[in-house]
């Protein structure tokens, strides 16, 4: 097992490694696919299929390294399929979010969250988000935070279970300003 590697029951969580560029975008066009992908992410299957290959080298390359606050971690079945990934994000205070919001704090934020469908409920979420949160209480984050639309219930109910809590700050969404979704924080 690679160092940062937790075994769980049939799954291996551990960061991504730079090469495996293919099979993270493998991973994410599979996400883009599923059922709530609409209030889960904020690009759709055929925007990120149209990328090139560089855009995936680059975006694996940097969640592999960590050195600029960024870390993507899989979750690899026994038999090498990848089978769930979250990415964290670590914000600087004094910094601009995504939104455009400002950040008070230092802080980790949860995106690209996705377990497959014969995994869900079975740990490999968990694991990851252990993982995710850990590494960024590892760089100074005084909180972890992510954003989730009301409608995906869902992912509304893990969080809410792995003690993430409504912080009272909705976010509009570009495409979509007459929606809002929710954050939702973990503190230490």
Not at 125 to 144: D, H, I, P, S
């Amino acid at each position: 097992m690679s160092a940062g590697a937790v075994p769980f029951e049939d799954c291996v969580i551990r960061p991504v490694r730079a090469q495996e560029w293919k099979a993270a975008k493998a991973l994410r066009l599979t996400a883009l696919r599923d059922p709530v992908a609409h209030l889960a992410y904020l690009e759709t299957y055929e925007e990120a299929a149209s990328r090139p290959d560089a855009y995936w080298r680059e975006r694996t390359a940097n969640g592999a390294e960590g050195a600029s606050g960024v870390r993507q971690f899989i979750a690899e079945a026994g038999d090498g399929s990848w089978v769930g990934n979250v990415v964290v994000l670590i914000e600087e205070a004094g910094s601009t979010d995504w939104a455009g919001l400002p950040v008070e704090r230092r802080q980790g934020r949860l995106v690209g969250v996705y377990v497959a469908p014969g995994h869900r409920g079975s740990g490999p979420a968990e694991a990851l988000f252990e993982a995710a949160v850990e590494w960024a209480w590892g760089r100074g984050a005084e909180c972890v935070r992510l954003i989730v639309h009301p409608e995906n219930a869902r992912a509304l109910g893990f969080y809410r279970e792995a003690g993430f809590v409504e912080s009272g700050v909705t976010v509009p969404l570009a495409d979509r300003p007459q929606e809002r979704e929710l954050e939702l924080v973990l503190g230490r």
